[in-house]
């Protein structure tokens, strides 16, 4: 793909995000609109956790059972959750962060890596005196999941991944071929970089922290083994649209259980979704179908036998 095609599919991402962020979720989501995600909930508890050399922004949400909610590539709590927090707090507790350089959490001379970010969530949710919580991430968060899965699995009571891979290729070939041709001028007059500026980041340094956050997908990864192993179970969600190749997410499902007639076998612990009609950046919006399907799997008994006759 040349680099003009690439360019152009950059900035329809980037606008495509741009009205996603900035929209409630309308025509995107099935159904009437849920009234409850309009409104604007303010956290009962924020501040910042000094975690590996960080002073990590946080914010805490609603009372009942703990979930950490990890944000995607260059986004913030409000840019990535802010219809999402208001539905997972009615009955829990949803923990919510902005990641090393992003949002309120300043940057460190370090380099951003998915397994410091991990460890940086373990850090927070051990700050907050919180022994165990379901996970939650969103694409760049996904992965960060995966790890927090890998390095901390006592931290981990069960593990939601929305669009988010755990080797390099589980992209499509063109997304891995856009990430070397990111570039700030791409975010110019998005969110992004508007909150990038206005929660207090240096916006001098904008162009440094495009090319630090993208530098972890320019350089292989695989963590298949370890991810296999995991023991919480896990569910994976992508659209029919999204970025990630529907081998990867099946390959993880089948190696957890699945791929077997549940009324024959059981039902496996873990679950797989794909979501119809749905692209990378449109997950985030398709709450009224997403939301549910996280509920039943964060409540579930998964050790009950499949309905019979």
């Given at each position: 793909m040349n680099t003009r095609i690439i360019t152009g599919?950059?900035?329809?991402?980037?606008?495509?995000?741009?009205?996603?962020c900035q929209k409630e979720n309308q025509a995107t989501s099935p159904g009437p609109k849920d009234t409850v995600a309009s409104q604007t909930l303010k956290p009962g508890e924020s501040g910042y956790a000094d975690v590996n050399g960080l002073k990590m922004y946080y914010e805490v949400y609603g009372n009942g059972k703990p979930i950490v909610l990890i944000h995607g590539s260059y986004m913030t709590i409000p840019l990535n959750w802010q219809h999402i927090i208001p539905l997972l707090a009615k009955d829990r507790k949803v923990i919510v962060t902005e990641l090393q350089g992003h949002g309120r959490t300043r940057d460190i001379a370090?380099?951003?890596s998915y397994e410091g970010m991990a460890d940086d969530v373990a850090g927070l949710l051990k700050h907050l005196a919180i022994d165990s919580a379901d996970v939650l991430g969103y694409s760049m968060g996904g992965g960060v999941a995966f790890q927090v899965a890998v390095r901390h699995p006592e931290q981990v009571r069960r593990l939601v991944v929305l669009s988010g891979t755990y080797?390099?290729?589980?992209?499509?070939?063109?997304?891995?071929?856009m990430y070397g041709t990111f570039t700030a001028d791409m975010f110019n007059g998005t969110p992004i970089q508007k909150q990038y500026d206005s929660l207090g980041n240096d916006p001098a340094h904008f162009q440094e922290f495009v090319k630090k956050v993208i530098s972890i997908d320019?350089?292989?990864y695989d963590w298949t083994k370890d991810v296999k192993k995991i023991q919480a179970?896990?569910?994976?969600?992508?659209?029919?649209?999204d970025g990630v190749r529907y081998e990867h997410a099946l390959e993880l499902f089948r190696a957890k259980g699945g791929g077997k007639m549940g009324?024959?076998?059981?039902?496996?612990k873990s679950r797989l979704a794909i979501i119809p009609g749905t692209t990378h950046i449109g997950m985030i919006q398709r709450t009224n179908w997403?939301?549910?399907?996280?509920?039943?799997?964060?409540?579930?008994d998964l050790n009950a036998p499949p309905p019979t006759f």
């Open positions: 599919l950059l900035i329809a991402m980037v606008v495509t995000l741009m009205v996603a370090r380099e951003i080797t390099h290729d589980g992209w499509w070939p063109e997304v891995e071929a320019l350089k292989p179970p896990i569910f994976m969600a992508i659209g029919d649209a009324d024959l076998n059981g039902l496996p997403l939301i549910p399907m996280i509920t039943d799997f964060l409540d579930a």
